[in-house]
């Protein structure tokens, strides 16, 4: 997908959030026809000497003798989605990706054809944490090789989170968001200064620098001082339209700031005020309202389609926040299926033992065979899946968004109330028994998502029903 097109991600250091907790916000942005589904892989052995294929052009990857249960929002779509899923696994590890296309590098090395869609998987099919997750991904490209011109990966657990941008090719440097920041990433590289001696914050390619003075890309003013080399400005390709980003790097930071930011391409920012999920899901709802870069007026123009690009937008599939808990089955990931806007962030708990019917029609290894290849009736309109019921009512705001959307909103906010009004007695409640008898727990917490997810499926159903009528 073009940059345009792609997806934006926020990123809470546990020092600048209001719970104390890690905070991971991320819009999956895809054009095309695609819909989303989700699948919960088991932890499972293997036999020596398997091979993983993701891709057939690509590299075949040796395989673990053991793997870890993760989550796995799954793309499916008419075109080849290759970096458009999301994971987070049993022990708390979640991976999200954005498109930085495209890079400089045009002579990239690759092995037996690189790695490219397998990276997501292999890091939560592996990881225990953040950190294992960066060494894991990089140890797969320093071997392979990279396919897409450029991307940024957020790899993020409940103590820290990683940001690793990626070049076509073997290059690459990882940069670790501090605790008391706030990290926003439309679809560019936002990693500058890159110290090689800081091992606790970076992980990057030895010659990441010297490389990049080879190329032509980077002149150090004075011979031998580094200290003025940008990652992202000698990799990045300048030549490429980088309106959309612009605008979205500036907005969000204006939120998390409260303020007019100084740099618009800056990697984290401190906040003058703490962030909670609130905070989050605005920033990844925003239509920029009451700034001189909302175009809508009023919402007399849908806000998608200004011509101004938006972080909430026509093409967003998906968007969540990831509260991270110390026991990685409390863990809430708050979910929406398509425009954050047109509809409500549900709790699911990573502990959940199966997925919610309604919200999956495969097993993982049928939709891992596919993924490349998937049958038109999966992109076809079904009220058996949840996902039509919220793409019912965001078509509805396409249309005719000023007039539906202040009762698309009432509903939306009012089910996210009742959920957080009621979040930590329930939770509270289900650790108790959690103490005592782990299964138990896990089942509260499956029946609990399993009976939100259905909520908002129904409500959102009866919701298209009411809006059309005259």
């Known amino acids: 997908m073009g940059n345009l097109e792609a997806c934006s991600a926020i990123l809470v250091g546990k020092e600048a959030s209001a719970t104390g907790e890690v905070l991971f916000g991320h819009n999956e942005d895809d054009s095309g026809n695609n819909v989303m589904i989700q699948h919960l892989v088991p932890r499972a052995t293997h036999e020596p000497g398997k091979l993983l294929e993701f891709e057939a052009e690509c590299a075949k990857i040796p395989q673990v003798e053991q793997t870890w249960a993760y989550l796995w929002s799954e793309t499916r779509a008419s075109w080849k989605p290759s970096f458009s899923d999301t994971f987070i696994n049993e022990w708390g590890v979640a991976v999200a990706t ?25 890091i939560a099919q592996r990881a225990r944490t953040a950190r294992e997750g960066v060494e894991i991904a990089v140890s797969l490209i320093e071997k392979y090789g990279y396919t897409a011109s450029g991307r940024a990966y957020q790899i993020v657990d409940k103590h820290e989170g990683w940001v690793l941008q990626v070049v076509q090719g073997k290059h690459y440097v990882a940069k670790r968001v501090p605790d008391d920041e ?13 110290d090689l001696s800081d091992k606790a914050n970076y992980i990057a390619s030895p010659d990441i620098i010297t490389y990049a003075i080879d190329r032509g890309w980077y002149t150090p003013k004075r011979p031998g001082d580094y200290s ?8 990045q390709d300048p030549e490429k339209n980088q309106d ?7 907005n969000a930071l204006r939120l ?11 990697f984290s920012v401190r906040p003058p005020h703490k962030l909670g999920v609130e905070d989050v899901k605005a920033i990844l709802r925003t239509h920029y309202e009451g700034t001189d870069d909302d175009l809508s007026k009023g919402y007399l123009i849908n806000p998608h389609t200004t011509g101004k690009r938006t972080i909430c937008t026509s093409t967003t599939l998906e968007s969540f926040v990831i509260q991270f808990r110390e026991q990685p089955e409390f863990t809430c990931i708050w979910r929406t299926l398509l425009n954050p806007c047109t509809s409500p962030y549900v709790p699911w708990y990573l502990g959940i033992t199966s997925i919610p019917p309604g919200y999956t029609w495969m097993s993982p290894e049928a939709a891992l065979a596919s993924h490349f290849d998937v049958p038109p009736a999966d992109l076809s309109y079904r009220p058996s899946r949840a996902w039509w019921a919220f793409q019912s009512v965001q078509d509805l705001a396409d249309a005719a968004y000023a007039q539906v959307f202040p009762r698309i909103s009432e509903a939306r906010d009012a089910l996210e109330k009742e959920w957080a009004d009621s979040q ?42 009411e809006l059309m009528k005259p």
């Open 424 to 465: 930590a007695r329930f939770e509270q409640q289900v650790y108790e028994v959690f103490k005592q008898d782990p299964d138990k727990a896990r089942a509260m917490l499956t029946h609990y998502t399993h009976t939100q997810a259905r909520k908002a499926w129904l409500r959102w159903r009866a919701l298209f029903d």
């Open 182 to 194: 706030v990290m926003f990433i439309p679809n560019w590289y936002t990693i500058h200064q890159v």
């Open 98 to 122: 954005d498109n930085c296309s495209p890079s400089r590098e045009d002579m990239p090395e690759l092995t037996n054809g690189g790695i490219g869609y397998g990276l997501g998987h292999i």
């Open 244 to 250: 959309g980003n612009i605008v979205r790097h500036k």
């Open 256 to 266: 998390i700031l409260k303020a007019e930011p100084q740099d618009v391409r800056a």
């Open 228 to 235: 003025d080399f940008s990652f992202a400005l000698a990799y």
